[in-house]
């Protein structure tokens, strides 16, 4: 009987299968109409003629067109797995973020079934983890506290790379897909490679992802595995070069011309070298020197149980350079990192007593006692309770130490506390260290703080009522046993270096100030310096400046100017112009300004300077008459104005290399506007309030971050960043 199909059958096997098929059936047709032979060898030589040929199409499609069935299997599965791969790549940037995930990858590719054709078994796949190599950072200074730890010496990093290798059959190319921590990319067995992408330069940017793992297993199933956090770089940290620019190597197998492919496009990599090796290649990226760059650091862990990092070194958060009246408490905060310079919780940090015979006090707030761990956020909180009376001033100091887990002192941090009589926003006085008295002005040949040896008596050589104290080519001392020094004409201290004790008042219409410490550096920690109703009010030094806690005042006429090569230092010190149009400037050429709590105010241009950075936390600034500006810079630095209030009626200009900090901020032009610009870096706090009469431009290189922040102006602030959260 004749059995015909429907119309509506699917067939399930495959081209070939109806091929044959049909070939058997033709034969079968023929066969059909050949008449009765009693002899029955021509059918049977038929059916075996008919089998030979199905033979014959079977070994053909088994030899040529079954590998390439199988070859484009195997394509499939690369394609596949290379996307597995991409998904590992976002488990270890989740990772750098502090999040734990897992990732999978389909290691072993599975060959189809195929009735009268033969499939090789199911391939596998080697999953691996190289030995370490290591990566450097050489010429690296941070800026702020972390600049103990960076200060340029060469840091070193073991670092790993994952490897993922298929055991293909038909390929005629040997893929692995390699992740470096700083690049990923599919390599071929001829020196091809490609799909390479790299983390480590991007503009300002550095980050370097060290992978840590113990993986070396083939297997022909997927396998899932986690990646853990080890060390997770959620802050960057702001380096730049002391002269040595700053040099990165890692090791790769990534090749020489890809990486240069890769960077070519970066303006800050000003150099490239590539050394080949055994096991693996070293790239050498060399950066373009004199830039500030933000650099994080970060440690993946890659199937680990995720062992917390050891303990590299300690800093001091909050509550260094404190004064204390007697009986008060004052809390001071550490934050201990890894070599990775992310916060480790759970470390063991222990204060030392203080040093002096009148020490306060020293034990963590949690526990009451000198020692305890680190939080979550890496730090630990200690409270220092001054002694309840004192004799005149007392420099008290303790350490704060980080141990690891042998016990052993892997770093410290020392708190200085100045203990003092009398309420705390008292003027500081006398507290220049070391300074002998003998009397009367001196010349400090030596430097030593003593009078002795080659120093010499200064006497005043000033005529016709003019004060001059000039100790030529060596340190002028001017100790507290000269009294104020008071004059209706013109008041004139200079050398080399000067150490200032008393208080200056120049009274007459026509009278000057003028301290200049030369090439040396200026003291004058306390003291108050009053022009009441005269000229120009200049201290220079070529060296650093401290007017800790002064006052410095002019009362009319003219300008007050504040200028040194090195550092300046006015924590808790007020400046002031008080007269209409008059200038006041405070200029570090080569250093560091800090006025934290200070309160500096014009009534003309006020200008604020650091070569290397300002730090304005908590103090207040005004200029407020006939439109002058009030102009914060840094050109090779950033500006901390957290917790600042700036006021001014003429334009308020923030304009720095690096960050920008204004957290808690109040910044406010009452008739033009507000511009704040990160050249290189962000502008970022939270809570911050900055309004201007007409407009407010904030511009940063790399994000703007300022959220449950305030800002206005007459139509709609301008915001220009890559990224913004506001």
């Given at each position: 009987m004749t059995h015909n199909t429907p119309n509506n059958t699917q067939y399930t096997h495959s081209p070939l299968r109806h091929v044959l098929r049909g070939l058997v059936a033709g034969a079968a047709r023929r066969g059909s109409h050949l008449r009765g032979d009693r002899r029955g060898a021509s059918a049977i030589l038929g059916t075996m003629l008919a089998f030979a040929l199905v033979v014959s199409l079977v070994a053909m499609?088994?030899?040529?067109?079954?590998?390439?069935?199988?070859?484009?299997?195997?394509?499939?599965?690369?394609?596949?797995?290379?996307?597995?791969?991409?998904?590992?790549?976002?488990?270890?940037?989740?990772?750098?973020?502090?999040?734990?995930?897992?990732?999978?990858?389909?290691?072993?590719?599975?060959?189809?079934?195929?009735?009268?054709?033969?499939s090789p078994a199911a391939g596998s796949g080697s999953l691996r983890t190289t030995d370490p190599a290591t990566a450097r950072i050489s010429g690296a200074v941070a800026t702020g506290k972390t600049g103990t730890y960076w200060d340029g010496s060469e840091h070193a990093f073991d670092t790993q790379q994952f490897v993922y290798r298929p055991d293909y059959r038909y390929l005629q190319s040997e893929p692995s897909l390699v992740h470096e921590g700083t690049a990923q990319y599919t390599a071929y067995g001829g020196g091809g490679e490609?799909?390479?992408?790299?983390?480590?330069?991007?503009?300002?940017?550095?980050?370097?992802?060290?992978?840590?793992?113990?993986?070396?297993?083939?297997?022909?199933?997927?396998?899932?595995?986690?990646?853990?956090?080890?060390?997770?770089?959620?802050?960057?940290?702001?380096?730049?070069?002391?002269?040595?620019?700053?040099?990165?190597?890692?090791?790769?197998?990534?090749?020489?011309?890809?990486?240069?492919?890769?960077l070519a496009d970066e303006p800050n990599v000003r150099s490239i070298d590539y050394a080949t090796g055994a096991d693996s290649n070293t790239l050498t990226v060399?950066?373009?020197?004199?830039?500030?760059?933000?650099?994080?650091?970060?440690?993946?862990?890659?199937?680990?149980?995720?062992?917390?990092?050891?303990?590299?070194?300690?800093?001091?958060?909050?509550?260094?350079?404190?004064?204390?009246?007697?009986?008060?408490?004052?809390?001071?905060?550490?934050?201990?990192?890894?070599?990775?310079?992310?916060?480790?919780?759970?470390?063991?940090?222990?204060?030392?007593?203080?040093?002096?015979?009148?020490?306060?006090?020293?034990?963590?707030?949690?526990?009451?006692t000198v020692s305890t761990v680190t939080d979550s956020d890496g730090r630990a909180t200690f409270v220092y309770t001054a002694p309840?009376?004192?004799?005149?001033?007392?420099?008290?100091?303790?350490?704060?130490?980080?141990k690891d887990d042998g016990g052993a002192?892997?770093?410290?941090?020392?708190?200085?506390?100045?203990?003092?009589?009398?309420?705390?926003?008292?003027?500081?006085?006398?507290?220049?260290?070391?300074?002998?008295?003998?009397?009367?002005?001196?010349?400090?040949?030596?430097?030593?703080?003593?009078?002795?040896?080659?120093?010499?008596?200064?006497?005043?050589?000033?005529?016709?009522g003019d004060v001059t104290y000039d100790a030529g080519t060596d340190r002028l001392v001017v100790p507290p046993s000269t009294g104020t020094i008071v004059s209706d004409r013109d008041v004139t201290l200079a050398g080399d270096g000067v150490s200032l004790h008393v208080d200056v008042v120049a009274t007459g219409s026509?009278?000057?100030?003028?301290?200049?410490?030369?090439?040396?550096?200026?003291?004058?920690?306390?003291?108050?310096?009053?022009?009441?109703?005269?000229?120009?009010?200049?201290?220079?030094?070529?060296?650093?400046?401290?007017?800790?806690?002064?006052?410095?005042?002019?009362?009319?006429?003219?300008?007050?100017?504040?200028?040194?090569?090195?550092?300046?230092?006015?924590?808790?010190?007020?400046?002031?112009?008080?007269?209409?149009?008059?200038?006041?400037?405070?200029?570090?050429?080569?250093?560091?300004?800090?006025?934290?709590?200070?309160?500096?105010?014009?009534?003309?241009?006020?200008?604020?300077?650091?070569?290397?950075?300002?730090?304005?936390?908590?103090?207040?600034?005004?200029?407020?008459?006939d439109n002058g500006a009030l102009d914060v810079v840094s050109a090779r630095g950033g500006v901390n104005l957290n917790g600042v209030v700036m006021l001014g009626d003429g334009d308020i200009v923030v304009d720095a290399e690096g960050n920008v900090f204004v957290v808690g901020a109040n910044i406010a032009s009452t008739k033009t506007d507000v511009v704040i610009t990160s050249d290189s870096g962000m502008v970022s706090g939270r809570e911050a309030a900055i309004s201007a009469e007409d407009d407010v431009t904030i511009t940063a290189a790399v994000r703007i971050y300022l959220p449950d922040s305030s800002i206005e102006d007459e139509d709609t602030p301008e915001l220009n960043a890559p990224e913004k959260e506001v």
């Open positions: 499609v088994q030899v040529s067109a079954v590998p390439a069935w199988n070859q484009q299997t195997e394509f499939e599965h690369l394609t596949a797995v290379e996307t597995d791969f991409a998904a590992f790549d976002e488990s270890v940037a989740k990772a750098v973020d502090g999040r734990q995930t897992r990732a999978t990858l389909d290691a072993g590719v599975d060959y189809p079934t195929r009735a009268l054709f033969v490609v799909g390479a992408t790299q983390s480590l330069v991007d503009g300002t940017k550095i980050s370097l992802v060290f992978l840590e793992g113990d993986i070396d297993t083939a297997t022909s199933e997927a396998t899932t595995f986690g990646v853990v956090p080890l060390s997770a770089g959620t802050d960057y940290i702001t380096v730049t070069d002391s002269g040595t620019p700053i040099t990165i190597s890692v090791p790769t197998r990534l090749s020489e011309d890809t990486w240069r492919d890769l060399e950066l373009a020197p004199g830039k500030t760059y933000d650099l994080r650091l970060s440690r993946v862990g890659i199937d680990t149980p995720g062992a917390l990092q050891p303990p590299a070194y300690i800093v001091d958060v909050e509550g260094d350079n404190a004064v204390l009246p007697p009986g008060a408490t004052h809390r001071a905060v550490v934050e201990v990192r890894d070599a990775q310079n992310n916060p480790v919780p759970n470390a063991v940090v222990k204060a030392s007593p203080g040093l002096t015979a009148e020490s306060g006090r020293i034990v963590a707030r949690d526990t009451g309840g009376s004192i004799d005149g001033v007392v420099n008290d100091e303790f350490d704060v130490v980080v002192t892997v770093d410290r941090v020392t708190f200085d506390v100045q203990l003092r009589e009398g309420g705390v926003t008292d003027p500081l006085r006398g507290l220049v260290a070391a300074i002998d008295d003998p009397g009367f002005v001196y010349a400090d040949v030596d430097g030593n703080g003593e009078f002795d040896g080659a120093d010499y008596r200064v006497n005043n050589t000033g005529t016709r026509n009278s000057r100030v003028d301290v200049d410490a030369g090439s040396g550096s200026l003291a004058a920690v306390g003291v108050s310096v009053t022009s009441v109703s005269g000229k120009d009010i200049t201290v220079t030094a070529g060296d650093e400046i401290d007017l800790s806690g002064a006052s410095i005042t002019q009362g009319s006429k003219d300008s007050l100017s504040i200028e040194a090569g090195g550092d300046i230092t006015l924590d808790n010190a007020g400046v002031t112009v008080a007269q209409d149009s008059n200038s006041l400037r405070i200029v570090s050429t080569n250093g560091f300004v800090s006025a934290r709590s200070a309160d500096i105010s014009g009534k003309g241009d006020v200008r604020i300077d650091g070569a290397d950075g300002v730090d304005l936390a908590g103090a207040g600034l005004s200029g407020v008459k």
